[in-house]
């Protein structure tokens, strides 16, 4: 588990960047991360250890964006753009290194 502070907007993008890229889940801020599984197993993705800490990494995200009134479903959207071009680019090497097909998701 990556260890993060949230103190800015960028804080926030390179969180966002680590659960769709390196950990590759389904993100959405709305949802809990207890309720990720994975696919093939049907277990919890994060062990209550992580869920606890990713929401509370999460909350602060909330909290930074309604201070720089940034909204945080805008963030995430833009994430998930960028790593749609990237993925028009690159699909063959994400698909060898996913072996064609999604890890995770939310249930």
């Keep these: ?8 907007i960028n804080d926030i993008k390179s969180f966002f ?6 950990l590759l889940i389904v993100f959405h801020p709305d949802d809990n991360f207890s309720d990720y599984v ?6 919890p993705t994060f062990t209550e ?5 990713y929401e509370n990494l999460l909350t602060t ?6 201070k720089e009134k940034q909204d945080i479903y805008e963030i995430c ?3 998930m753009t960028q790593n749609k071009e990237q993925g ?4 063959e090497s994400t698909e060898q ?9 939310c249930a």
């Design 1 to 8: 588990m990556r260890s993060f502070t949230i103190s800015t």
């Design 17 to 22: 960047t680590y659960l769709m890229n390196d």
């Design 38 to 43: 994975d696919i093939e197993t049907r277990e």
């Design 49 to 53: 250890i992580e869920a606890e800490y």
């Design 61 to 66: 995200c909330f909290m930074l964006c309604e």
């Design 77 to 79: 959207f833009e994430i």
């Design 88 to 91: 028009a680019t690159n699909t």
């Design 97 to 105: 290194q996913q072996g064609n097909k999604e890890k995770v998701c």
